[in-house]
């Protein structure tokens, strides 16, 4: 079936169901065989059910001692209280049912009842409520056990059903036949259920007991968990898994809902409910997650090592295995907190599923080695291959010539027009199967002529005519007006213009429409003919006009009927010749990529075709024909508009809204004219079958050809033999069938001949699919399951040659047994793609070779796009067209097979018949297959899930392929094509824009994609033993580097302790101002100077000995929001001997969250008191506060706002440099709360650093625009000012939400040469005034003094955020170089800072697959898998900085990726405690290299990166050294054997879709979870899973394992601007993200 709208469409091609369908549909013929018990016909329902056991009895495992039918008699009979909602009119399909033997039909189920032996656990997605439309109560029933019946089930009021030998797992002969429909009861009924009482003794219970909510949320936990063994079905485990994805609270309310039919028992206690005792053996505890147990797979994916299971059986596997995960209750996340979730048990779930081996062998892997080479796949030695002998040429018999032939088909016209006009040539229907109108031979001929004289005489004007001989014009003409269209058509014939037939477009975007405008334009049209009804139904602009549609060229519209027209004067006549090789018209045809092509045929082709049809057809003159195809184009426009005026023969036109209204019409009016002929597609003789109730009247004897337009479809063959079976008692004869095979470009390529009576009706071919798959022809016993069954379409045409070439490279000639592309050469193709030189070279210009090269023809040979072989007695098969295949690891599929398969998996209860897409993708270096299906409107979530799974298990099981995505749509939604098929490139396109919405989404990337690099085995590193030259290592310099030395002494540099330095400047410079504080509105809150300073700390000092009683040493937390009050409350503290620690204040909003933390701090570092202000002191005492946190346990808080004019009687001098001068808690991107203690030494060498490298003296300023509470922020804040004497202006961060131009009006106002922000400052300045530059600008902002602009930070620097700041603010006068970045971790707050002097920040690009293998390889800018990386500002003075190697500590070369270690006079002197895990590497400050220079003491980052020594030169002269930080070791995550950086992932997955805000990676469990905040509708959440998924494989070859799809602001964010991915995954196994969806990829 050739008709390019639609070609892949399923059996109906280019239809939806008819309107009716509702009813009707439920009993199609395409459905699984239902059988009921009839009073009256010929086999008993007895006998039809042994037979038929005895036929697929093969596929079933037999329970011993069991007859095989017996399994269908215990099934309830279906009556119509027992019928379901799908089938209002049960019986009407009934008889044809009953002896359909679909082979492809049964092959499928076989094949699913094959797979229940070795079930697949799914985790199904879970929904936010919103998304799921479907509340009715069917969606809490259980699944329906038949095709026919959603209640045979409960047919004796409970649900437990099934007997012992039906749950055994067989299922005897018949049972998964008999309720093919779905999955079978058995699975339903044997639920296992982890008991909660027990780990040891695993119980199964019968499922009706959980399901009735015993003990709710744990059983479902439980059986959650436990869903992973082998026999327990995928679907049945989802249906339970819906109930408890959502709150808490909803689960009560679904229980209700369900219809219970026994009392509940609580699940401990249900021992054995319904199965056999001896069965409970078959579970084993819950799987460890860290040692997989699993008898069929010694190594996963990951590689991950797994422990054979025991071989004792299931107990003594628990009882090993029970302590670390007894059950989900207590799963524990990676930092072994512990939580209760649903989510980890899903997820082990998931990863249980995908311990299944892969099924290639592991050549196929390519080797991702660094240079990384793709390895062409080796062929295996064992796959079929062609053995046959190269086939010869087929020739067609002779064309013979028949006297009486007309010369043209105008002459032909102009005959019959003119011997007998009186002879109907075309009668029309109207929607209700009366004849509309009947047009004559006379009729047409006068009408045509008057056509042709109007185009060329009263279009423009008499010197200028706007169409002349030879021009292309459109014609648009809808489906119901066959009259208009002819008579246009051959008025273009007689005037010698070229027809060009296109659909008519309905709305300016519709599908394809677009093309069919290229194609236009390419042919230059300017006139569109078109029929007045349609003119009137076109869309128009409000003043009357049809607009021009989208990618149309502009055409004048006109109507070609005989009341617009003017008569032709007496004496002109068109011109008659005989046929040459002008063009007659040209058939579009829309291509995979969705590119229209137009063929153009010739005249002689044209008439050839004609004759050869006439030949093969034997037509005579004055037959009657009936058409159900399109006329406009391929088999309806060659047989009842050309071929039929050649014959003078009568066509019956039945429109496609008639079809739709009563599918029968075609066979009612067959009889009703005695018709000798009918074209129909498969898809009109299903609708007739599923339409057809006994009609007494119909007579089908008067048929002598029953032309199959799509019959070289493999799927085709069903609906011909259920056809056949039912009608012939009607008077259909077999031989009647004449399936044909055609295509655009070689139009008919062949056609079964009728066959005289009592001949043998031609065979089957049954092949395998496997051997098709491989291009290889076996052929089949009918007991395999992966059959292809095919019929023959006839023999190839007369005066045609026919050859089988090569699908790839040279057209070589076949074998016998091979599959290729047809080439026909004949007269009768087409010539060429209109204006398309090259493409028509290769496709109608093709010149076969044999063996050895030499052309079998010296005439051209036309590719015909189909696929297949010439069988034994020269028949032709058609296995699949060109445009179907879809090339997945090199073996070839067939989009049409595919959607065969998915139809037979119960087709018409969810998904319409026509409306399945199949089509290929590609990622990651090969094709993968997409199945997007349009679900009923009135399908639960269930259900759907249900039928995917086995869809999935169906194409699985008979192509041996796997589905890389399923998606279900809701009802019309895909896009249609004018004839209502699905517009296969369109629905492509909008999948891989993300725009297709789908309502369900199953990706299986884990099944299907096979060739990823192999695992990567690490190298040992080079040990000490290797020699090491002055500073090399192994051929590579030492990667080492250090700042300026810290120099000469200063005046204030003498003082050991910034409280004395603050001492000495309130007498030196009393008055000069240290502090500015800005409000949001940019006025200056409150200042301070330095005399101010001291006074104020000293007061507070007293306060802290009177009121506090504190002693040298104690700990004091500091809660006070961004200001100056924090800064006096530090000073005091160090006044007054204390250790200060500053905390940030809970957040009034937000107390239930924020506050726990700030208790959590003060209680980790022993704080004896808090200082405050009057407003934090409420909030502490608040009731929102009593909620949060025992209120009663705080140390006495102090508040500082109305101080007592005392100073102490003595100021605090420490004794020791050494000694304590301040805490610094922080929270780590890993969440992990960290306080380091600085000595009074390394705050005052910090200071002296900073100050080194920014050049600060008193006259200087700085703004700041920091969070004071920890790190670099803290110290610019409250320290550097008092150490150098510069001026800081201080711009609290949260005032930006309030005023976002408030950091850079303040910078231009007060002229700051350096100032200092954070990512997310800068983020709040790009995003909130990138529309505002110009009103900046008018105001009078001014950023061209700014030489540094520096972000403090202690990650990766964020490129992509500081170029577009900079490109921003550029038109304000912002240095492109000002921009820089800071680096700072726990163990030294501040390793680089781009200071003053030193060159610019440079930025290299290195290769990330490199990356991954932890080295460095520099790349172009631009070249594939390239990464950006910028300097993280210069090494600060004082600083040493070595790479080395996190594992065995041993010094790294330059091009290698190793862990910073630094070195420095203001490294912090250690961890104070760290929460949570006490003993952490006491080594992080104190590591020594493992050779090399062993006695220098360095303190570990963290963090990996890499030295680079550039071209560029530093203050002293040397070359500069410039470090690279990549990422926490702490985040990265080691996948497959390499280094992944969260980021990275991240930023592929952002760039996917505009509607991706934020997106977060982490792992669990060697699997990859990839959340994404979606900004838009709740619909696009599905979109994104694929898109995500493909991102992830192409750039990073990593499957991603879950897809969470949240709202914006779920992913956590410190105050750095830094994501807390460790947070956000304890948040998501605690299941408390409130996901919209997440998706489990298979």
Known sequence: MKRAAGRQGGGSSDAAAPADQGQLGSSSSCRSIEIQHDEEGDITQKGYEKKRSKLIGAYFPQTPGMDPSMGQERRTPVTPSSSSRYNRRRSSGSRDERYRSDVHTEAVQAALAKHKERKMAVPMPSKRRSLVVQTSMDAYTPPDTSSGSE????????????????????????????????????????????????????????????????????AGRLADVLAQHVHISAQQHLRHHRHHHRHKTGLLSHLSLRKRRRKAEPAGLVQNGNSEPQRSENHSAPPDVTGYTNNTANTTADGIQVERAPPGGGGSAAQRQTPKYGNAELMETGDGVPVS???????????????????????EFFVDDFEELLEVQQPDPNLPKAEGAQMAAMRGEQLGVVTNWPPSLEAALQRWGTISPKAPCLTTMDTNGKPLYVLTYGKLWSRSVKVAYNLLHKLGTKQEPLVRPGDRVALVFPNNDPGAFMTAF?????????????????????????????????????????????????????????????????????????????????????????????????EYKTCKDGGVLGVTVTRTAMLTHCQALTQSCSYTEAETIVNVLDFKKDVGLWH??????????????????????????????????????????????????????????????????????????????????AFLNVFQTKGLRPEVVCPCASSPEALTVAIRRPLEEGATPPSRGVLSMPGLSHGVIRVDSEEKLSVLTLQDVGSVMPGALMCVVKVEGVPQLCKTDEIGEMCVCTVATGTSYYGLAGMTKNTFEVFPVSNNGTPISEFPFTRTGLLGFIGP??????????????????????????????????????VYRGRIAVFSITVLHDERIVVVAEQRPDSTEEDSFQWMSRVLQAIDSIHQVGVYCLALVSSNTLPKTPLGGIHLSEAKQLFLEGALHPCNVLMCPHTCVTNLPKPRQKQP????????????????????????????????????????VLQWRAQTTPDHILYTLLNSRGAIASSLTCVQLHKRAEKIAAVLSERGHLQDGDHVALVYPPGIDLIAAFYGCLYAGCVPITVRPPHPQNIATTLPTVKMIVEVSRSVCVMTTQLICKLLRSKEALAAVDIRTWPPVIDTDDLPKKKPPLLYKPSNPDTLAYLDFSVSTTGMLAGVKMSHTATSAFCRSIKLQCELYPSREVAICLDPYCGLGFVLWCLCSV???????????????VNPALWLSAVSQYKVRDTFCSYSVMELCTKGLGLQTDSLKSRGVDLSRVRTCVVVAEERPRIALTQSFSKLFKDLGLHPRAVSTSFGCRVNLAICLQGTSGPDPTTVFVDMRALRHDRVRLVERGSPHSLPLMESGKILPGVRIIIANPETKGPMGESHLGEIWVHSGHNASGYFTVYGDEVLQSDHFSSRLSFGDTQTVWARTGYLGFLRRTELTDASGERHDALYVVGALEEAMELRGMRYHPIDIETSVIRTHKSITECAVFTWTNLLVVVVELDGSEHEALDLVPLVTNVVLEEHYLIVGVVVVVDIGVIPINSRGEKQRMHLRDGFLADQLDPIYVAYNM
């Open 341 to 363: 979730s649903r989510v980890s048990a899903k997820i082990q779930q998931l990863v249980n599923t995908l311990k299944r081996p892969k099924r290639p062998p592991l050549r």
């Open 490 to 586: 051959y008025g273009c014939l007689l005037a010698e213009v070229v027809p060009v037939p296109i659909e008519v477009p309905l709305t300016r975007k519709d599908a394809g429409s677009q093309q069919i405008g290229f194609l236009l334009g390419s042919c230059g049209v300017t006139v569109a003919l078109t029929s007045d009804a349609c003119h009137k139904g076109l869309p128009k602009t409000p003043t009357g006009e049809i607009p021009q549609f989208k990618g149309w060229p502009k055409v004048l519209w006109f109507v070609p009927e005989s009341k617009h027209l003017s008569k032709p004067p007496r004496d002109w006549f068109p011109q008659i010749k005989d046929a040459n090789q002008d063009t007659a018209y040209i």
């Open 640 to 721: 009842a508009v050309l071929t039929s005026v050649m014959n003078m023969m009568h066509v019956i036109s039945i429109p496609y809204a008639l079809m739709k209204v009563n599918p029968l019409s075609w066979i009612q009016k067959v009889c009703q004219f005695k018709a000798k002929v009918a074209y129909v597609k498969s898809r009109d003789m299903h609708w007739a079958l599923v339409a057809h109730r006994d009609q007494r009247d119909v007579n089908l004897s008067s048929l002598r050809m029953l032309v199959v337009a799509d019959g070289s479809n493999p799927w085709s063959i069903s609906s011909c033999d």
């Open 151 to 218: 209640g045979e089930g409960q047919g004796n009021g409970d649900e437990d059903v099934g007997d012992g030998e039906e749950e055994d797992g067989g299922g005897g002969g018949g049972t998964s036949s008999s309720r093919e429909g779905s999955i079978s009861m058995e699975h339903w009924i044997s639920r296992a259920v982890h008991s909660s009482t027990t780990t040891t003794s695993s119980t199964a219970s019968s499922s009706s007991s959980t399901r009735s909510g015993g003990s709710g949320a744990a």
């Open 873 to 910: 007695a020269g028949l032709i098969f058609v296995a699949g067209k060109m445009d179907g295949l879809m090339v997945v690891g090199g073996r070839r599929h067939n989009a049409d097979d595919i959607v065969a398969t998915a139809l037979a998996v119960e087709p018409m209860k969810f």
């Open 1283 to 1297: 150490y150098s004497g510069h001026q800081s202006i201080l711009i609290p961060p949260s005032e930006l939400e």
């Open 1021 to 1060: 590193e080079i040990g000490p033993a290797s020699v090491m030259v002055g500073n090399l290592v192994s051929g590579k310099r030492i990667a080492q580097a250090s700042g300026r030395d810290l120099g000469q002494i200063e005046d204030n540099d003498q003082f050991l302790f910034l409280s004395e």
